[in-house]
């Protein structure tokens, strides 16, 4: 962990929808995080925990209102006045279902949207294109000049966050982007995303109902509850408290589970246990101890 | 700065739970009065007849406890046009508009600005007008349920279709549509914040600007497209899945019935609007 | 018993745009039979066919070649189609995207009401059908106030209305979170349990443990079949096609690699821990 100071910070952040119409809806009712430049943090939650709305106040679509307080990059968010287009280059913010963002008859110039807007001549565009697609696994040369529509869906999503990538932010918020994903697929999507924060410092942070997403990706977990953090720790820790997670209606990896239950019965066993190879490590040890 | 939310504010159309005597009226009963009111509307220009017309759709608001501030804020979105298009009547319109019992007269004028009587006139029965049909469209939508305004336009239809008219597949029609407009809001808004993380000039000066450029809106319209489509083709294999052919055969759960009320209601805006059509030419003012 | 199956498919070929220039070959030669109270999942990546498949079963789409029985009609036959699909009901990926009405329980009378059922009846099938997936209390609601989970349960509800005696899900659980997903699961599992026969398509396959037949469909075709634990144990062959398999499976496979007493075929946590602590020599067996 370490001690700079935090890029991100919440403090007492409350949200309500529609106020003053019938139709009013409290999001969020007191949320504080921090998040520091390079870390991998995952924000879990049922449906309805209030995480979206959290992370949308990351880059300005959502601004706070008194008393909470949220500061991106040394800016208060509740400044009408801060640059948000400044905030969300460096924020970058990948939505459920991204490929619905997607509106250019070609890929290539879908991508480019971001850079254009940024105002970047011409070649340094192509560059950022060529890198995106690269990082996302879309070949530059086969996919740039394809109908955007004739993609198939998982290749519409890595067009679409590569959208995102090609801004070069220096935060990536993936909130629920592995979302009704094929197991091969999210395989892919999370490796890379993890590839750029080991090998390019991105600071990442992954919002999901999944646990099981998490569990390789990231190093600290907030989880949220009914518009509240109601629990903050290393994933190892968070992990360790199933019974706690099933109040907030989330799981852990079956591993961890075989490895509470053996614990309930008696057995000796390290149950931080996120991973098949070292339940198989543990189990070895007790079967042969 | 909650830009993103207007979208979610649409207060025509949205259904309001109560038990006023309008929420228990047939929808049949509340679709015919508006009809009728509307003719009424419709054929009457005198200031006198407005405001008796005025007075009556206030009642009917009375009637089904909605709170007149809430149809009202109804407006706000589209308050700015609405003055800017009156003023635009005022000053050029005194030529169009044959003001009502009297001779049209010159109030000012100064090249291609005539402000007559008719003008005002128009500019203040308009006002008027509005604000009728805003308040009986707010009585109908705001009292009764989506689903009970298809099955009274199904039922008022069903005589129809002796001659071939679709009055099922009609009412399939509005119903399919009114129940997509809050995803489609949705999905809209989910849309416009994507965009704007990727720096497109949507919300980002805080207020949502009202003039887009073609561009901007392509950005929403494309996406917000294809997505309808989309869920379209899904809703038609759901339908066929479910054996939907149309409205032959088809019976239905929910029946409407007629009440001592609806008829009475029926009857005495019957009377009414007869009363204001006979009588529109004969009002003092 | 040699019953009759349900479903029959034979050698069934599905060619997507057959007359183009760019036809695609989804399904090939693929066989099966389903019999009455079974509860089938079928699992396999995108592409692999296993959509293609399930709409092939209510007539949604026909044979490029080959057929498609159920209970005894053939789905080419036009005359078929409406009792075919009111034999076989389907739940599709997206909750929002089925439901027709803007109250919950007219949106749940629509299959029935397209049948012509009575309206005595249709209100008791509606009862029926959203209890039976746990969502009567919430039959005068609008649908897009509900939860993803919920709306899929009134899509079930909706097509359980029609009484069909078969239910395939398509993916019906691929856009739900956790909460949701179990919801659906039991509410599926109460059917099954009440006879209803299932055919479940998924790409997770720790739901493929609640069938009592496996299928894993690549490339257009029937790979693997058998019972959850016969499919889940050739690990090595599933890890080759990039599927996922439970973690306790792996698990069990890898501490069999390691200790041959160890079965390698164990597929839930309750076996798991079983079989630890009964080789440790604590099992529950005198108790």
Known sequence: MNNREPIIQVNDLHHTYLRETPLEVTALRGVNMEIHAGEAVGIIGRTGAGKSTVVQHFNGLIRPRQPGRVIVYGHDMSDPNVDVRAIRQKVGLVFQYPEQQLFERLVGDDIAFGPRKLGLPFEEIRERVREAMEMVGLGFEEFKDRFTFSLSGGEMRKAAIAGVLALRPQVLILDESTSGVDPRGRKDLLSRIDYLHRHHGLTVIFVSPNMEDMAGLVERIYVMDGGRTVMSGSTREIFSQPEKLAEYGLGVPQVTEVMHELKARGEEVDTTVLTVAEAEEEIWKILNS | ?285 | ?287
């Not at chain 2, 549509?177 to 809050?182: D, S, Y």
């Not at chain 2, 561009?215 to 759901?238: G, K, M, T």
């Not at chain 3, 989804?26 to 089938?40: F, K």
């Open chain 2, 1 to 285: 700065m909650e830009d993103f939310e207007f979208l979610r504010n649409i207060t025509i159309g949205q259904y309001l739970p109560g038990n006023s005597l309008a929420h228990r009226l047939d929808p049949r009963t509340k679709i015919t009065v508006m009809l009728l009111m509307t003719l009424a509307i419709t054929f009457n220009i005198s200031y006198l007849s407005n405001i008796i017309l005025l007075l009556v759709c206030l009642l009917f608001v009375l009637l089904s406890s909605i709170s007149l501030k809430y149809i009202l804020s109804g407006v706000k979105p589209a308050l700015g046009f609405i003055i800017v298009l009156a003023i635009l009547q005022l000053l050029f319109y005194g030529d169009a508009f044959v003001p009502y019992n009297t001779a049209s007269r010159t109030i000012f004028r100064w090249g291609w600005i005539h402000i007559t009587n008719g003008s005002v006139q128009l500019v203040i029965v308009s006002s008027l007008r509005f604000l009728e049909l805003l308040f009986l469209t707010s009585l109908l939508t705001n009292t009764t349920t989506t689903s009970e305004l298809a099955h009274g336009i199904e039922d008022m239809l069903s005589p129809f279709s002796k001659i071939g008219l679709p009055g099922h597949e009609l009412s399939l029609v509005v119903t399919i549509a009114l129940r997509f407009v809050p995803i489609l809001a949705e999905q809209l808004e989910i849309i416009m914040k994507a965009q704007a993380s990727r720096g497109a000039d949507l919300g980002a000066k805080g207020k949502l600007q009202l003039i887009q450029t073609t561009r901007q809106v392509v950005v929403l319209v494309v996406p917000l497209f294809i997505d309808a489509l989309r869920r379209a083709e899904d809703l038609i294999l759901a339908m066929e899945a479910r054996c939907y052919v149309g409205g032959r055969g088809r019976t239905r759960l929910s029946r409407l019935h007629l009440t001592g009320k609806d008829y009475g209601a029926m009857a005495v805006v019957l009377v009414f609007a007869v009363f204001m059509l006979a009588y529109r030419a004969r009002f003092p003012f």
């Open chain 3, 1 to 287: 018993m040699a019953e009759e199956p349900i479903i029959k498919v034979e050698n069934l070929t599905f060619t997507y745009n057959a007359e183009s220039d760019n036809p695609i070959v989804a399904l090939r030669n693929v066989n099966l039979e389903v019999y009455p109270g079974d509860y089938i999942v079928i699992v396999g990546h995108n592409g692999s066919g296993k959509s293609t498949l399930a709409k092939n079963l209510n007539a949604l789409l026909k044979p490029t070649e080959g057929d498609v029985w159920v209970k005894g009609m053939n789905s080419k036959d036009p005359a078929n189609t409406l009792p075919i699909r009111s034999t076989v009901g389907m739940v599709f990926q997206i909750p929002d995207n089925q439901i027709v009405a803007t109250v919950v329980e007219e949106d749940v009378a629509f299959g029935p009401e397209n049948l012509g059922v009575p309206p005595d009846e249709l209100e008791e099938r509606v009862t029926w059908a959203l209890n039976v997936v746990d969502m009567e209390p919430f039959r005068l609601r609008a649908p897009h106030l509900l939860s993803a989970g919920q709306k899929q349960r009134v899509a079930i509800a909706g097509v359980m209305a029609m009484k069909p005696e078969v239910l395939v899900l398509d993916e019906s659980t691929a856009f739900l979170d956790p909460v949701g997903r179990q919801d659906v699961l039991k509410a599926v599992r109460r059917l099954n349990d009440e006879g209803v026969t299932v055919i479940a398509i998924t790409h997770f396959m720790h739901e493929a443990t609640e069938g009592n037949r496996v299928l894993v469909m690549e490339a257009g075709r029937i790979v693997m079949q058998g019972t959850p634990r016969q499919v889940f144990s050739h690990v090595e062959k599933l890890r080759e096609m990039q599927l996922d398999v439970p973690q306790v499976t792996e698990l069990s496979y890898a501490l069999h690699r390691r200790m041959p007493g160890f079965p390698p075929d164990l597929i839930t946590v309750p076996e798991m821990v079983e079989e630890v602590l009964t080789q440790k020599g604590k099992g529950r067996g005198t108790q």
